[in-house]
C-alpha cells in the first residue's frame, strides 16, 4: 500500500529553521510530482511548494519564496522541504503530497502524508 510518512516538525523560535522530510513507499514516485501543503487551525488547506518527478521544475508560495526550498533525494521517493527565517505565521501542520502532475491545487494530488505539526514561536 503506498504510504507516505513526514517528519522533522516541531517548536522553534521565529528567525530559526527547520526542515521536513517526506518518505514515501509501498510503491515508486519516482515518476510522480510531490508538493508540500499546510493547513492552519481555522484555515483552509494551501499550497506550500511543489517539485516535478525529474526535480528540475519548482514552485512555491509567494508567502515563502526565498525562505522554503524543496528538494527531492536521490533515490527521488524522497521530498524535503528546508524552512529558514520561519515566521509565527508559518505555524501549521505540514503535509507531503504525490501526484501525475505538478500543480498547485492540492485536489490534483493522489497520494497524502498523515501531516507533520510545525509551531513558530515569536
Known amino acids: 500500500q503506498a504510504q507516505l510518512v513526514e517528519s522533522g516538525g516541531g517548536l522553534v523560535q521565529a528567525g530559526g529553521s527547520l526542515r521536513l522530510s517526506c518518505a514515501a513507499s509501498?510503491?515508486?514516485?519516482?515518476?510522480?510530482?510531490m508538493a508540500w501543503f499546510r493547513q492552519a487551525p481555522g484555515k483552509e488547506r494551501e499550497f506550500v511548494a511543489s517539485?516535478?518527478?525529474?526535480?528540475?521544475?519548482?514552485d512555491y508560495a509567494d508567502s515563502v519564496k526565498g525562505r522554503f526550498t524543496i528538494s527531492r533525494g536521490n533515490a527521488q521517493n524522497t521530498v524535503y522541504l528546508q524552512m529558514n527565517s520561519l515566521k509565527p505565521e508559518d505555524t501549521a501542520v505540514y503535509y507531503c503530497?504525490?501526484?501525475?502532475?505538478?500543480?498547485?491545487?492540492?485536489?490534483?494530488?493522489?497520494?497524502w502524508g498523515q501531516g507533520t505539526q510545525v509551531t513558530v514561536s515569536s
Open positions: 517539485v516535478s518527478w525529474s526535480g528540475g521544475t519548482k
Open positions: 503530497a504525490a501526484g501525475a502532475r505538478l500543480s498547485v491545487e492540492w485536489g490534483s494530488y493522489d497520494y
Open positions: 509501498g510503491r515508486t514516485f519516482r515518476r510522480y510530482s
